[in-house]
């Protein structure tokens, strides 16, 4: 992976993934799609990357342009985030950091998410809990 600097800030470049309206980037069809009310979008400018879900990363202006997500939560009264997915040291990492920049109790569920590189795996957490995150287990949400 290389990178580059992007209106100002560092850029990961990564091998194309999720493209759209290819199979990569298709929603699993086994999800109870009946209980769905909405659908979040978020990297869909090919000239700005996005690892949060909550915002896109840097425009030519230097914001990080809201996806909604986090309006749409809160219009429903929902106060705690829990986040699960890969690249915990990137896109995991900046939701969550995200989520709590926007108010909302945060948790990662540690063992239902994997880093792109486990060598920063403690640096990650600890930048995680240093935001208020709460790193948690799949095991605490049945306990």
């Not at 799609?33 to 690892?51: F, T």
């Not at 995200?98 to 063992?111: E, H, R």
């Amino acid at each position: 992976m290389s990178q580059i600097e992007l209106y100002g800030h560092v850029q990961e470049l990564w091998p194309d993934h999720c493209v759209q309206n290819r199979p990569g980037a298709e929603l699993a069809k086994g999800l109870p799609w009946e209980r769905v009310s909405a659908i979040i979008r978020k990297g869909d400018d090919p000239l700005v990357d996005s690892y949060s879900v909550f915002r896109n990363n840097w425009d030519p202006q230097g914001h990080r342009p809201a996806t909604g997500l986090a309006g749409y939560l809160r219009d429903r009264g929902i106060e705690d985030v829990y986040i699960a997915g890969l690249t915990r040291d990137f896109c995991v990492r900046w939701s969550a950091r995200d989520a709590m920049a926007a108010g909302f109790n945060t948790y990662v569920i540690w063992d239902l998410t994997r880093p792109v590189d486990p060598c920063d795996d403690t640096a990650v957490q600890q930048d995680l809990e240093n935001c208020g995150v709460k790193i948690i287990g799949q095991a605490d949400l049945t306990a």
